[in-house]
């Protein structure tokens, strides 16, 4: 076979024994999380905030800086897209102009 | 020739009848993000379809993209003063309509700013790609 | 007929993980690997939304009645990991396209051998 061709099958041979590996490592044991922040969350949460929809109580009030935080991180991404999108210039040695 | 090709008139007829129902989609689900399913984020991605609905009719004019930046960086300003404020002065001791509006107000904020960023960073994609 | 019990959503998010692996490692175009690095964020994230969650449970919303309740926590933290993903894969496109109209070409072994090239001259 020719050179990369044998490569390739070799990385799939690999990702598939891993792959097995994992999903038996992962079915064998009969583990349970201990639900103690799931019951907190569910009893308390419409005391102590007034909002029915639990999943938006979490991520306004109980874990408040993960959502400033995150809308920080979009404005580095966008600042990053607008400069580079900006400051490209055409150098002397590009490919394209040869 | 060109400007045929360029310029559908089914997908101008179509989506000008969608557009408006898919605003009203976006700020419902954004608004009633409190007691039922949604809330900014979600409310965000929904309306940056919108923009594309106007990129798909109009390729060639994209106007407006000076006000989307402003907007942008004025919400930005106003989630962090008003998130850090809610933290510092010690939030359960509020009474109980000042938490409603609080909800209210930092959800909607949330969901412009998730909107308006993302169709920054598409019409900048935009211009880059097209136009010449 | 018996039931088949072992396809849920745990062991698909798995696969689906090492789908992308293996299209991140097998080619060496640079748009391969970002369309790869979408798939494996979209199998992390199918796991984390699966975790304390049976066949007949409701969304965790209040309705003044009484039913089983999904997790709501790693839905709160999943809503974030959405919207960074997006920005990573846009952040790696438009530094995709300044490098191809540098380089001119998606190969990533030809772009580093041109850079090699051009530094020694």
């Known amino acids: 076979m020719r050179k990369d061709v044998r490569r390739r099958l070799l990385i799939l041979i690999c990702v598939i024994a891993i792959t097995l590996i994992v999903l038996m490592l992962l079915n064998a044991f009969d583990e349970t999380m201990k639900p103690e922040a799931f019951n907190y969350y569910i009893d308390k949460a419409m005391d102590e905030t007034e909002m029915p929809n639990i999943v938006t109580a979490i991520y306004l009030q109980y874990r408040l800086f993960d959502t400033l935080f995150e809308a920080l991180l979009l404005s580095v991404a966008v600042s990053a897209v607008v400069y580079f999108a900006a400051a490209w210039e055409k150098e002397e040695g590009d490919i394209e102009n040869e | ?132 | 007929m018996t039931e088949i019990n072992f396809i849920n959503a745990q062991n698909t998010a798995i696969v689906i993980f090492f789908i992308g692996v293996y299209g991140l490692c097998a080619r060496r175009n640079i748009i391969k690997a970002i369309i790869s690095l979408g798939i494996m964020g979209g199998g992390a994230i199918l796991f984390f939304l699966s975790v304390n969650r049976g066949p007949d449970s409701m969304p965790p919303i209040f309705n003044g009645d009484s039913f089983v309740m999904a997790d709501p926590l790693p839905q709160a933290l999943v809503i974030t990991a959405i919207v960074i993903g997006v920005s990573v894969t846009a952040v790696a496109l438009i530094m995709f396209i300044a490098m191809y109209h540098k380089y001119g070409t998606t190969n990533w072994l030809k772009a580093m051998r041109h850079r090699i090239e051009r530094e020694d001259e």
Do not use: W
């Not at chain 2, 000076?66 to 809610?86: C, E, F, M, R, S």
């Open chain 2, 1 to 132: 020739m060109n400007e045929r090709a360029d310029h559908s008139e089914i997908l101008e007829d179509i989506l000008l009848f969608i557009y408006p129902l898919i605003i009203l989609f976006g700020i419902f689900v954004i608004v009633t993000g409190v007691t039922q399913s949604g809330g900014g984020f979600q409310g965000g991605a929904v309306l940056v379809a919108v923009l594309m609905c106007r990129y798909l009719v109009y390729p060639d004019d994209m106007l407006g993209l000076n006000a989307i930046k402003k907007t942008d960086k004025i919400v930005l300003i106003l989630i962090l003063v008003l998130g850090v404020g809610a933290i510092l002065i010690g939030f359960s001791n509020l009474p109980q309509y000042i938490k409603n509006i609080y909800n209210m107000v930092i959800g909607i904020l949330i969901g412009i700013r998730v909107s308006s960023g993302l169709s920054v960073i598409f019409y900048t994609f935009a211009d880059i790609e097209g136009g010449d």
